[in-house]
């Protein structure tokens, strides 16, 4: 952690009350390099299991800069240890192969091509299936940077964007039509081993943690990818999707949600959800990055806050907030060349924002 771990409580104060409190008119992060003699770090090994030592050289190398950085300049950015993952890991302990390339990230592949395959799917025990490893590494991770320090999820879907992992899609899709019922049993056990996990995970490393992507705090609840909803109609997100994501929030006490699809036409059952505290859209580039973002943060007003990834508004950082429509509650990501800017804009977006919410309060 820093040297001066009450900078880390007064961010960590200032997420709670933007996320769960609903005040605030938005946050920012400062992305900027070190020196690089102050960012040396080992290669980042790849994401494979008999990679984990390396991978956690790498992952705490990664927080002793975050810490490093924290000190120099006044964001919201809050330290964490990261056990970075792909997308494979709960459909590989479903039984799915998984192809590991030297360079990317790894994925899974289907194992599944009907529904009577899907029938024979049993739920894994977590402690002896492939995700029992990744507590392996997050414990190491966790001894070292102490009971203070937060962690990061890994990378989890909605447990129907995990059914589309396992099933193969070319019948899956067919499948939600024809034989809906298996669908939605594999999903149910999908559900039932992402409780299972993160039950543990929360138990061992606190409730309080970032996001998986992007970054931002949650003080309770989960957070999770849902891309499939793209290639569907509202009617069928009702039917698949909802429940199971309503009941997650439930579980575990409120839902942050990315979504990178093409999915306008799903806003409204997004937006809806009950528990819904953070919002992510990613532009699809096959739409128009600012309009679209402008007009998702628009959509969800001060209801949700927005986290738009994809567009980069104009000028300079302190004229970003006024870009945004009024009456919207944005999470900013602001590039920074190095230190001293980074230093200047934070100090700059500090200053507008304590403007702004004390006009809000008045």
Known sequence: MTKNPQIIKQRLARWNSFVEDGSGTFMFHVNFPLPKQEAAMPPAPPLWPDRAKERIERRWAEYEIMCKKAELVDDDQVPYLNNLTGTEIFAEAFGCRVHRPDDNMPFALPTIHSAAEADDIMTPDLSTSSLAYLFDIADELYRRGGSDALMKTVDAQSPM??????????????????????????????????????????????????????????????????????????????????????????????????????????????????????????????????????????????????????????????????????????????????????????????????????????
Not at 163 to 186: G, N, Q, R, S, Y
Not at 204 to 215: M, V
Not at 255 to 267: P, T
Not at 308 to 326: K, L, M, R
């Open 161 to 362: 964007d995990i059914v589309a992992l396992i099933w193969d899609k070319a019948d899956l899709f067919c499948a939600m039509i024809e034989t809906p019922d298996a669908v939605k049993e594999l999903a149910g056990k999908v559900r039932s081993l992402v409780i299972q996990f993160f039950d543990e995970w929360f138990k061992r490393y606190g409730a309080t943690f970032i996001a998986h992507y992007p970054d931002y705090v949650m003080h309770g609840g989960i957070t999770m990818s849902v891309d499939e909803v793209g290639a569907i109609n509202p009617d069928m997100f009702q039917e698949f999707f909802r429940d199971e994501l309503v009941s997650l929030a439930d579980h575990f006490g409120g839902l942050g949600i990315h979504c990178c699809a093409d999915a306008r036409h799903q806003w409204s059952n997004f937006r809806e959800l009950p528990g819904l505290k953070v919002m992510n859209h990613n532009a699809p580039p096959t739409r128009d990055a600012r309009e679209y973002l402008l007009d998702a943060v628009r959509f969800y007003g001060d209801r949700v806050p927005v986290l738009p990834v994809g567009w980069i508004p104009d000028g300079n950082p302190e004229t970003w907030p006024a870009q945004f429509p009024e009456g919207t509650r944005v999470i900013l990501d602001v590039p920074a060349e190095n230190v001293s800017s980074a230093a200047a804009i934070g100090t700059r977006l500090q200053e507008l924002r304590d403007s702004l919410d004390s006009a809000s309060d008045n």
